[in-house]
T-cell receptor, first 111, second 113 residues
Framework: ETGVTQSPTHLIKTRGQQVTLRCSSQSGHNTVSWYQQALGQGPQFIFQYYREEENGRGNFPPRFSGLQFPNYSSELNVNALELDDSALYLC??????????FGPGTRLTVT | AQSVTQLGSHVSVSEGALVLLRCNYSSSVPPYLFWYVQYPNQGLQLLLKYTTGATLVKGINGFEAEFKKSETSFHLTKPSAHMSDAAEYFCAVSSYNNNDMRFGAGTRLTVKP
């Protein structure tokens, strides 16, 4: 059974650019959640997708958007990058929405 | 809205000593409570969870936590610390639909030989 995978592992972008992060869910999981973890802080909920529909959103601006595909993989898109967007972005998948399995994360650095 | 407060950003114990990591939550609905562990440069691994039923929850690696509604607490304990327990620990709260999980700021556990 393959766990949750994320790509890329690391990414460096310039302020104002756009970025797409990818997540492959664990086999059999239909729910994906995305989190932002700034250095030294706990993860902050960005949004969740359940069966390709957005199913909840945290306190993040609209320039953070997402997609979930029929195979339940997911993308996180961030437009107009700001320096404060530098963080570890975590993806978590689940089947019953309760027990979430986290990927290793994508480290985004904005310069 | 739900929230979590972890008391103590750093906890240091000796190998073999009791581990106690504190977590208090705030929730307007029956909470689901979780403890996760994060090792350097890795994602989060679930240690244990409370949804309903028995208030004393046992998890992996010898950890357990007790849900105390009257104290709005969900403290994590382990009777005897191992060097391999050194990591960052996060307490989290959500509700039955789990579409907005809130994490605490984390507690870094150091284990001294």
């Amino acid at each position: 059974e393959t766990g949750v995978t994320q790509s890329p592992t690391h990414l460096i972008k310039t302020r104002g650019q756009q970025v797409t992060l990818r997540c492959s869910s664990q086999s059999g999981h239909n729910t994906v959640s995305w989190y932002q973890q700034a250095l030294g802080q706990g993860p902050q909920f960005i949004f969740q997708y359940y069966r390709e529909e957005e199913n909840g959103r945290g306190n993040f601006p609209p320039r953070f958007s997402g997609l979930q595909f029929p195979n339940y993989s997911s993308e996180l898109n961030v437009n107009a990058l700001e320096l404060d967007d530098s963080a570890l972005y975590l993806c978590a998948s689940s089947y019953d929405k309760v027990e979430q399995y986290f990927g290793p994360g994508t480290r985004l650095t904005v310069t | 809205a739900q929230s979590v407060t972890q008391l103590g950003s750093h906890v240091s114990v000796s190998e073999g000593a009791l581990v106690l990591l504190r977590c208090n939550y705030s929730s307007s609905v029956p909470p689901y409570l979780f403890w996760y562990v994060q090792y350097p440069n890795q994602g989060l691994q679930l240690l244990l969870k409370y949804t309903t039923g028995a208030t004393l929850v046992k998890g992996i690696n010898g950890f357990e936590a007790e849900f105390k509604k009257s104290e709005t607490s969900f403290h994590l304990t382990k009777p005897s610390a191992h060097m391999s327990d050194a990591a960052e620990y996060f307490c989290a709260v959500s509700s039955y639909n789990n579409n907005d999980m809130r994490f605490g700021a984390g507690t870094r556990l150091t284990v001294k030989p």
